[in-house]
């Protein structure tokens, strides 16, 4: 009864903001990049299992997605000593790490390329294809934003008010927003930051002035 007079009041309020409602094609990227992200967590999980399974046997391999080619390498040149069944199974892994997430990348990138907000979208610095699809899928129309503020509010970046007697106090970002845009684009601004660190100079006067 209560949720059903807050909704009839919140109807009958001219101003009200409504969320809005995502087409089937939003729906769609929206499930494709998911389904990728997933597979991307189970990746990092089966190349944990296939390095604890394979150094029982003698072939070590450091952490880390990038080392995984060692790892295939060595199972290559030194797998022959190893039990058929250890063998198969571990280039049963190795399939299931690489192949749905090449092709899935494939899909994303095909995708970024047929439209051109998305291509638009990736002519900013640390915005690739799938954070560019990420930002179509999930974000609203930005007319729905009064200003960038109120964008980076929905994304969560923003930081937390601890203020209290007339003092203000913020604290760490409040992570209260839509979470799959927010990561990518914190990723995509620390690559460049680490980029621009390293060669000593950042294309934009802003971020030059900020590592100096």
């Not at 992200?37 to 299992?49: H, K, M, P």
């Not at 927003?177 to 980029?195: F, K, P």
Request: charged fraction near 25%; aromatic fraction near 4%.
């Amino acid at each position: 009864m209560a949720d059903a007079e807050a909704i009839a009041e919140a109807a009958a309020r001219a101003d009200m903001r409504a969320v809005a409602v995502k087409n089937e094609a939003q729906q769609a990227r929206a499930m494709l990049f998911r389904t990728r992200d997933r597979l991307v967590g189970q990746r990092t999980q089966l190349i944990n299992a296939l390095r604890g399974h394979l150094a029982e046997f003698g072939l070590i391999a450091p952490r880390g997605p990038a080392q995984l080619k060692r790892l295939s390498d060595a199972l290559e040149t030194e797998g022959a000593s190893l039990p058929i069944s250890v063998h198969r199974l571990a280039e049963m892994h190795l399939e299931q790490i690489g192949a749905r997430i090449s092709a899935l990348d494939g899909e994303l990138r095909a995708a970024a390329r047929a439209s051109a907000e998305a291509m638009r979208l990736q002519t900013m610095p640390g915005v690739g294809p799938v954070t560019a699809m990420a930002i179509e899928a999930f974000a609203l129309e930005m007319s729905a934003f009064r200003n960038g503020h109120g964008f980076a509010a929905w994304l969560g970046l923003v930081p937390k008010q601890r203020s209290t007697g007339g003092k203000q106090r913020l604290g760490k970002a409040s992570k209260m927003g839509q979470r799959d845009i927010r990561r990518l684009l914190i990723t995509g601004a620390m690559t460049v930051v680490r980029w621009a660190v390293r060669k000593g100079e950042a294309r934009d006067p802003w971020l030059n002035a900020l590592l100096g």
